[in-house]
């Protein structure tokens, strides 16, 4: 019977080596780059460490956007979701597995959303906590929020909400120089350390 691995592991050499030596196939050797903050730091270090113009970011954003946390319609959530993968035509986190995590008595989800001056939504953010981790789930964007940089305040306010909650640290969910060089380049300025995924294995 031919089995699908895809190991939870940093990419290493030695673990290519080790796997394949064992007689799997490596079907995607470079899987998933993402990177992470470490939430053990101050909040004044973990801002010291970010570049020049994340600082300036959230400074012109603490001007105009307000961040709730955990205040939410989880319908509008999902609603506004589905609407911006259908408009940019690209696959995300299925409908029914929204749901299902919605659903839930505790979800295991932490929702921070940016409103403008009059109160309105412009911006959110949803993470998924696991372990001693939060990784950056879904998000979603207006035009608004974009010129008042609540995405920059919405991962800032992410990371000091997690390092509240006692999560050591934060995800932020996919850097890949490749397909989404200009996000790469952003998430980056946070200052945070890359890792790769061992990637994924068939055998027999």
């Not at 839930?104 to 949803?126: Q, R, S």
Request: hydrophobic share 40%; proline share 4%; charged share 25%.
């Amino acid at each position: 019977m031919p089995m699908v691995w895809f190991p939870f592991a940093v990419w290493r050499p030695e673990y290519l080596a080790a796997i394949t030596g064992a007689g799997f196939k490596a079907m995607d050797p470079f899987a998933y780059p993402s990177g992470y903050l470490d939430l053990t730091q101050s909040e004044e270090e973990l801002e010291a460490n970010m570049k020049s113009f994340w600082r300036k970011h959230i400074k012109q954003a603490k001007k105009q956007v307000t961040i709730r946390i955990n205040e939410y319609d989880a319908d509008e959530v999902m609603r506004l979701y589905a609407e911006f993968l259908a408009y940019r035509q690209i696959p995300g986190i299925p409908d029914h597995i929204l749901k299902y995590l919605f659903s839930l008595d505790k979800p295991p989800l932490e929702v921070l959303t940016a409103h403008n001056e009059d109160g309105e939504m412009i911006a959110y953010k949803v993470l998924y906590r696991h372990g001693n981790t939060g990784t950056s789930f879904i998000a979603w964007n207006t035009d608004e929020g974009r010129d008042k940089q609540a995405r920059t305040l919405l991962i800032y306010s992410s990371a000091l909400h997690l390092k509240s909650l006692g999560c050591t640290y934060y995800d932020l969910g996919g850097i890949d120089d490749i397909t989404t060089e200009a996000v790469a380049k952003y998430k980056r300025g946070t200052g945070d350390t890359d890792y790769r995924l061992q990637g994924e294995f068939m055998g027999i």
